[in-house]
Every structure is written in C-alpha cells, then in structure tokens.
C-alpha cells in the first residue's frame, strides 16, 4: 500500500514519479552527490516566470483495467504561491501543492496532502519543506530545513546529512524549471533532496506541441524527468510534463504509466501571479 500512496501523492504535484525503497545509507547519498559533481546547474533566467497568487487547478484523471475507455476522475491536484514570507532568515516564494482524491477514488482511497516549499526569490533554491499527508490509513508530517551555506538537509531528530550545493525539493525544482529557457534537445541536471536522501534527477525536453485542455489551447514544450544514477531508487513507469513555450513554462497536462494502469492531469482553470510584487 505504501508504494500506491507514493504515486498519488506525486501524481499531484506533477514532477517526478519515483518510489524510494529505503532510507539512502552514507554511500549511496555519496554516490549521488558524485553524480554531479563538476556538473553545471543552469542558473534561473526569467525570475519573472511566475507571482505571487498564481493558482493552478488540475483534475487527475485514472485509466483502470476494467472501467472502459472513460476515465474515472481520481481529484484534484492544486498548485498555488500564495504570498511571499521570511523563512530561515530569506525571503522566499510559499510554493503550496494541495492534493484530495474525489468521487468513487475519494471514497476507495481518501487523500488529503498539502506540501510546502520556500523557495528563496532571488537564488530560487529551497530553504525549507514541508509535508503534511493523509493518504487512507497512511499519515506523514514532517520539516526539512535546508542549509544553503553548509550544503545540509536538516529534518529535527532525524537527520542532518550532507546535500548538494544549490539543492532543490520536488516542488521548489518544478518553479525552478520554468524560470529556464528550455529547447528541445536540452538535458537539465537537478540537484534534489528528499527526506535524507540526494537523488541527482535530469530533466530532458523532447519536442514541441500544441495541446487542447479545459483550461485552453496551448503551445508547449514536452518534458521528463529522468533519473541519473541507476540503482539508487526506482523509478515506476514514466512521467511526460506539458508546459507553455513562453517564459511562464506554466504546466497545461502530465501523463503517467503506472503498474496498474495510467493517469492524466489537466489544467482546469488557472490564475496569473503578480510579478510586480518586487
């Protein structure tokens, strides 16, 4: 159950899809720390890509063996920056990604999941994470503070391990992404972190495309996340990401194989950020 729980939970916040066995152990977060060493990460372009009250409302989608061809509407994933804060002494953007499951997947397997990131608003790297899940019987709360100076992950109790230089977490690397100019063919290194582990991700754009949704007509750039180092997690099935060809890089559609099936994630409606707040 808890490898499922994983996939809906990443499913809502549209970025990458890997399920992580185990706690990394020192060699393995050394090997990934070695997987980028050298590497040059992409220092943020357009920092006006995205503002304060931005709202993105998706509606996830889940193909099934056995239901039809229709598919069954599993929720709704949110991605909203609602306001700027101080956090570990920098300003940083609120990154909010809400997540609950609806209709007959509501009431099979209820989720209720808000994750946090603050993201600093001139380097746009993560000084702090948050995760606050409930995924049927499954619970999980818990802060990661991340030393940008010293390169440490910090979760209180737990651990205090070292991490990459300019590290980002599975929400702040996604607003990272849009601030890029992005062409097909391009290969992006991502230095990410998640709860005491390193996981050196890429993100490859593969090609251009003009895509329908709810939310409107778009021209796009199609990208995937991609893992790096093999043998430090697996990686279950493979994730396509449908964002705008402007500078907002806004994410219009995901889809996903899974091992029971597929899922869809569809703009519905969305609001622009106020870029002026500066």
């Not at 999980?140 to 503070?145: A, E, F, H, L, V």
């Not at 582990?197 to 003009?210: A, C, D, K, L, Q």
Request: aromatic share 12%; proline share 5%; charged share 25%.
């Amino acid at each position: 159950m808890r490898r499922r729980n994983y996939i809906i939970l990443l499913l809502c916040i549209f970025f990458v899809q890997f399920s992580i066995g185990k706690l990394q152990s020192q060699q393995e977060r050394q090997k990934a720390l070695k997987a980028l060493s050298g590497v040059e990460i992409p220092k943020p372009v357009n920092i006006d890509a995205f503002g304060v009250g931005e709202y993105l409302d998706f509606g996830i989608y889940v193909s099934l063996p056995g239901v039809g061809r229709v598919p069954l509407k599993g929720g709704h994933g949110i991605l909203e920056i609602p306001n700027v804060v101080k956090r570990n002494g920098h300003i940083c953007y609120w990154l909010r990604s809400k997540a609950y499951s609806t209709g007959l997947v509501g009431q099979l397997y209820p989720v209720n999941d808000i994750i946090e990131s603050f993201m600093d608003v001139d380097s746009f790297y993560s000084y702090q994470f948050r995760k606050d899940v409930s995924e049927g019987k499954f619970k999980d709360k818990y802060t990661i503070d991340f030393d940008q100076k010293e390169h440490r992950a910090i979760r209180k109790n737990t651990f205090n391990v070292e991490t990459y230089v300019r590290v980002q977490d599975i929400i702040s690397a996604f607003y990272y992404v849009r601030t890029l100019n992005l062409q097909p063919g391009d290969t992006i290194p991502i230095p990410y972190h998640d709860n005491g582990g390193n996981y050196p991700i890429s993100v490859i754009v593969h090609r251009r495309e003009r895509v329908e949704v709810k939310a409107g007509k778009f021209n796009c750039l199609v990208i995937e996340p991609v893992i790096k180092v093999e043998g430090l997690f697996k990686k279950k099935g493979r994730m396509l990401i449908w964002i705008t060809d402007d500078k907002r890089k806004m994410p219009v559609k995901m889809e996903s194989k899974i091992p029971v099936g597929s899922v869809q994630a569809v703009l519905l409606q969305y609001r622009e950020g106020n870029t002026n707040w500066r």
